[in-house]
């Protein structure tokens, strides 16, 4: 059998693929929550240096699946300005990826999506041009250190109305992030090609994922949405929040 990964078994790859799947039905029907369970469970298996790499390509992969599938209900003013600024906040951040430290990062995420979440949130983070831009190279730089920021761009899409043009905005944004990201890594000289097996099979399993959790999407109620979106926001910042602490000197 082909070596999905340097030094994976069959089994656990094979869990992560599953797992793909299952990850992408929860993103795609309550907008996150997949990225950073992903990011757990690869933690456990993959060696360290290699995780964040290859989780941003295969979040690429996913995020980019669902943009794809809901499309005509992304909020392109929003993109601009967070991508342009996430250009800038990809190359900051991986000029320190390799020396900063994670856990100070970790629990300031935690901490700012856990107070974004509960309070209202201002309207010049919906309409600014210059939060805008700011909140993508923040988000960026910070996703190259600690591999899932998709909470931290939550925040900042939180207040569109509209549930299926938040999820397929935060889609876009994830997808455009993982990918300068991806190109970071590249550049660095992170070798791809050895996990591409793994990757293309999580991919298209995410993909599958996707598609069953957009249709699921539309038969939830806008409250029931709302509520369950802020729970899974305020319990991966809970956890974030335990991994800075636990870690601590």
Same mark, same amino acid.
């Given at each position: 059998m082909l070596e999905l990964a340097p030094g994976l078994g069959d089994g656990p790859a094979?869990?992560?693929v599953a797992l793909s799947f299952f990850t992408s039905l929860i993103t795609a029907t309550f907008s996150l $929550? $997949?990225?950073?369970?992903m990011i757990a469970a690869m933690t456990l298996v993959l060696p360290p240096v290699v995780v964040v790499p290859v989780h941003g390509c295969v979040q690429l992969g996913s995020n980019a699946g669902r943009a794809w599938i809901m499309r005509r209900f992304i909020q392109w003013p929003f993109i601009l300005w967070l991508t342009l600024g996430a250009v800038a906040g990809?190359?900051? $951040?991986g000029g320190f990826a390799q020396w900063l430290p994670e856990r100070w990062f970790t629990g300031a995420i935690g901490l700012f999506v856990l107070v974004t979440t509960w309070l209202p949130q201002p309207k010049f983070i919906v309409g600014s041009r210059a939060v805008q831009f700011i909140g993508g190279m923040v988000t960026s730089a910070v996703g190259m250190v600690v591999g899932a920021a998709g909470p931290l761009v939550a925040a900042f899409?939180? $207040?569109?109305?509209?549930?299926?043009?938040l999820v397929a905005t935060h889609a876009?944004?994830?997808?455009?992030?993982?990918?300068?990201?991806?190109?970071?890594f590249v550049v660095l000289g992170f070798a791809f090609a050895a996990?591409?097996?793994?990757?293309?099979?999580?991919v298209a399993a995410g993909y599958a994922g996707t598609s069953v959790g957009s249709r699921i999407l539309t038969r939830i109620p806008e409250r029931?949405?709302?509520l369950v979106f802020r729970v899974l926001l305020s319990a991966v910042a809970l956890e974030l929040?335990?991994?800075a602490v636990l870690r601590a000197d």
């Open positions: 094979l869990a992560l $929550g $997949g990225g950073s369970l990809s190359v900051i $951040g899409v939180r $207040g569109i109305p509209d549930r299926r043009e876009m944004l994830n997808a455009a992030q993982h990918l300068f990201k991806v190109i970071v996990y591409l097996p793994l990757i293309l099979l999580m029931v949405f709302r929040i335990r991994r």
